[in-house]
Structure formats: structure tokens, C-alpha cells
T-cell receptor, first 116, second 114 residues
Framework: AQKVTQAQTEISVVEKEDVTLDCVYE???????LFWYKQPPSGELVFLIR??????QNEISGRYSWNFQKSTSSFNFTITASQVVDSAVYFC?????????????FGQGTRLTINP | DTEVTQTPKHLVMGMTNKKSLKCEQH?????MYWYKQKAKKPPELMFV???????INESVPSRFSPECPNSSLLNLHLHALQPEDSALYLC?????????????FGPGTRLTVL
């Protein structure tokens, strides 16, 4: 069975601090896909990144970076120089579907609060 | 246009009412999803349509009835709901052609059942 664990329920930091959101996953599949979504108070889930299991390259996009390590089954997300607009709930998700319905297994989410 | 729209934004209904939620996308996506999200919980999958056909029903009670009239529209018909059905209902769509594609979500409908 697939499982995603986000052990940090809530994180609160002061603006401009760096913050890392942890994500640990479990799957027996050799091919799988990992995602991060952001959910601001407005409710919409905003897609941030997709990573394939066969691509362990880390990725940086502006202040956001992702560290994928298959050896520890982790896909962590770091925000550098955090801003108040980064305040949201962040979900890590896992899928084994290449085609078809693509069922996403979500973690419980991490509520991030950036204080001015 | 990379947007999924949902109407209404908010809905309050009684347990005897019949109402419908609407979702629309114009990205040419051929998979569409309904999720239910309770406060402080992750989204839970309810239904998946692929090429306008129902492909997944996650054992959802029959008081929720999905409908996909065409490739751009997805409805969720509600009847005889319970107060515990109050939640944020999210729609998502995903392309099925080409390489692997992610799901794009709409802003949701906040449903309150009295």
C-alpha cells in the first residue's frame, strides 16, 4: 500500500527565514510520481512540482527547492527567504499511475505560517 | 486558458434540498475528478471520469451523483445530504495525452448542510 507522511503538522517562522517541509513516502512500485501542492486560505490546490521516481535530480525554482532522495524515501521542500505570501497548507502526494485515473495519495499536510 | 472553474463558490442547503455543483475546464483535459475535503484534512477522492466515462467511484453514498455531460463539464448532484457532508468540494482535471500530467484543481465549493 502507498503512504505519505508529513510529520510536521504546523510550522511557524519569521519572514526571511528558510524553512524545510518534510515528506516521507512508502510504495512498492518501482515507477511512481511525487508531487507538492500548495493550498492557500482561498482553498484552491496549486500545483508546485512533479518528480518521477527515475529522476533524482534536485530542482530549484526561485526561492523554492526540492530534495528527492530515493535511499531515504524522502521528497523534502525548502523555501528560502520565506515571505508572508508563502503562508498556506502544503501537501505532498504520491501516485503510481502513468496513465489512467491517477489516484493521488496525499499526506496530512503541513500548515506553514510566515510571520512578518 | 489554464483554469478550472467551479460554481457556486459557497452553498448552504437543507437536508431535503436538491442542488448541483458545477466544474468547467477548457484545457482539453479528458480526466476530471471530484474530491471532498474536510477541515484540516487532505482531499479525499470521490469520483474520476476518463473520456467522459465514470472510471472510479470511491464507494461514495448515492446521495452524491456525478455527471459528465461533455469533455469540459463535470457536475455533482446533491440530494438528501447530511450535516456531516459539509466540506470543501474540489474539482480537478488532467490531460491524458502525451507524457505524464498532473492534476489542476479548481477553487472549490464550500458546502454547508443544515
Amino acid at each position: 500500500a502507498q503512504k505519505v507522511t508529513q510529520a510536521q503538522t504546523e510550522i511557524s517562522v519569521v519572514e526571511k527565514e528558510d524553512v524545510t517541509l518534510d515528506c516521507v513516502y512508502e510504495t512498492r512500485d518501482t515507477t511512481y510520481y511525487l508531487f507538492w501542492y500548495k493550498q492557500p486560505p482561498s482553498g484552491e490546490l496549486v500545483f508546485l512540482i512533479r518528480r518521477n521516481s527515475f529522476d533524482e535530480q534536485n530542482e530549484i525554482s526561485g526561492r523554492y527547492s526540492w530534495n528527492f532522495q530515493k535511499s531515504t524515501s524522502s521528497f523534502n521542500f525548502t523555501i528560502t527567504a520565506s515571505q508572508v505570501v508563502d503562508s498556506a497548507v502544503y501537501f505532498c502526494a504520491l501516485s503510481d499511475a502513468i496513465q489512467g485515473a491517477q489516484k493521488l495519495v496525499f499526506g496530512q499536510g503541513t500548515r506553514l505560517t510566515i510571520n512578518p | 486558458d489554464t483554469e478550472v472553474t467551479q460554481t457556486p463558490k459557497h452553498l448552504v442547503m437543507g437536508m431535503t434540498n436538491k442542488k448541483s455543483l458545477k466544474c468547467e475546464q477548457h484545457m482539453g483535459h479528458r480526466a476530471m475528478y471530484w474530491y471532498k475535503q474536510k477541515a484540516k484534512k487532505p482531499p479525499e477522492l470521490m469520483f474520476v471520469y476518463s473520456y467522459e466515462k465514470l472510471s472510479i467511484n470511491e464507494s461514495v453514498p448515492s446521495r452524491f451523483s456525478p455527471e459528465c455531460p461533455n469533455s469540459s463539464l463535470l457536475n455533482l448532484h446533491l440530494h438528501a445530504l447530511q450535516p456531516e457532508d459539509s466540506a470543501l468540494y474540489l474539482c480537478a482535471s488532467r490531460g491524458l495525452a502525451g507524457s505524464y500530467n498532473e492534476q489542476f484543481f479548481g477553487p472549490g465549493t464550500r458546502l454547508t448542510v443544515l
